[in-house]
């Protein structure tokens, strides 16, 4: 077991409500239980962090990727009309 440094500490009734609402023996290991439970779950929530950060990234390049499909088919159907309107400029009997 890890050797147990005496501290004396301040700290808000509401929290000492808090801990001593927590299971345990006394208000030391409540404490003790309810900083460990907070760092053993950081290193969890950092993961978790990660994953979407990832994610995240993942579905910018795929937004990028769709929106240069979009430009592109933009840039077609322009082209597209434009053709059409010089057809239609170039025999007005097909009107």
């Known amino acids: 077991m890890e050797k147990m440094i005496q501290k004396s500490v301040r700290i808000p009734g509401s929290l000492v409500e808090y801990v001593d609402s927590q299971p345990g023996a006394d ?6 239980g309810i900083l460990t439970e907070y760092k ?3 290193i969890e929530r950092k993961l978790i962090l990660q994953r979407y950060d990832e994610q995240i990234e ?8 769709l929106m240069q499909k979009v430009n592109s088919a933009s840039r077609i159907a322009r082209r597209l009309d434009a053709f059409f309107d010089e057809l239609d400029a170039a025999n007005p009997y097909l009107q």
């Open 58 to 65: 993942e579905r910018r390049k795929r937004l990028d990727t």
């Open 27 to 32: 208000f030391s290991k409540k404490l003790v």
């Open 40 to 42: 053993n779950g950081e």
